[in-house]
């Protein structure tokens, strides 16, 4: 089993930064592709960012490309998001999520119904 616990979250204004971060246990870190996702009320869940095992490889949806930064620390068992020019429309609750790559250590998935472990999630509030 992996657990995993993001952090981070908060009440921030438009415009400013904010980093989350998502720590693992449970298993071997560098078996796990990480992404970050989001939800708000009354939509789906969406992929925002994702990571390869080794942290060479990096995608990230349109909504938030050249704003977002996903970052791996393997030797933390760490996975960062660094959101910055935050907008009213990224308030959601963000949530970590890790697959097993194993097969593929390159290849990184946006489809939620890929990740086997999920985070609680961590609330971000970007107010207008």
């Known amino acids: 089993q992996v657990q995993l616990v993001e952090s981070g979250g908060g009440l921030v204004q438009t415009g400013v930064s904010l980093r989350l971060s998502c720590a693992a246990s449970?298993?071997?870190?560098?078996?796990?592709?990480v992404a970050w996702f989001r939800q708000s009320p009354g939509k789906y869940r969406a992929f925002v960012a994702g990571?390869?095992?080794?942290?060479?490889?990096?995608y990230y949806a349109h909504s938030v490309k050249d704003r977002f930064i996903i970052s791996r620390d393997n030797a933390k068992n760490t996975v960062d998001l660094q959101m910055n020019s935050l907008k009213p429309e990224d308030t959601a609750v963000y949530y970590c999520?890790?697959?097993?790559?194993?097969?593929?250590?390159?290849?990184?998935?946006?489809?939620?119904?890929?990740?086997?472990?999920w985070g609680k999630g961590t609330l971000v509030t970007v107010s207008s």
């Open positions: 999520a890790a697959r097993d790559s194993r097969g593929n250590p390159y290849r990184i998935v946006t489809q939620t119904s890929e990740y086997a472990y």
């Open positions: 449970g298993r071997l870190f560098t078996d796990l592709a």
């Open positions: 990571i390869s095992v080794d942290g060479t490889r990096e």
